[in-house]
């Protein structure tokens, strides 16, 4: 066995004590970006239930779209916004969500500005004023 030399004792301490902020400022930048595709999964579903609920309604398209998104997931509400624009003579709804990802990790979000996050659907109308139906 190789005697370590007197002057060697506390090395690999101070190694690890040099690199441990490094290694934790990249666990924390993964950690956010995680948080921000979860948001970005979060608001492509609360387009498509915007969208579904525009196609669907017979009366206030934007009113109904913007009440699914917020209902749709664990989105901040306050944050949300939606633009409903109907397509084809009125035969299509495009409903656009958007949604600002605050970055509020310890450290990292005061490196990383918020993120706005968007997602569009366009969806046939499907209410029953518009097929005649009662």
Do not use: C
Request: glycine share 8%; net charge neutral; hydrophobic share 50%.
């Amino acid at each position: 066995m190789k005697k370590a030399r007197w002057g060697d004792h506390g090395q690999s301490t101070v190694e690890f004590a040099l690199v441990l902020p490094l290694v934790v400022l990249v666990v924390l930048f993964i950690v956010q970006a995680g948080f921000v595709v979860r948001d970005q999964l979060l608001v492509s579903h609360a387009a498509r239930e915007a969208a579904r609920a525009a196609a669907v309604s017979d009366t206030d398209r934007p009113g109904a779209a913007i009440s699914a998104a917020r209902r749709a997931g664990e989105l901040r509400s306050g944050q949300i916004s939606s633009e409903v624009t109907m397509l084809d003579g009125g035969e299509t709804v495009r409903v656009v969500i958007s949604y600002r990802s605050v970055t509020d990790t310890p450290i990292i979000g005061a490196l990383v500005p918020d993120i706005d996050l968007h997602a569009s659907v366009v969806m046939r109308v499907e209410s029953a004023g518009k097929h005649g139906l009662q």
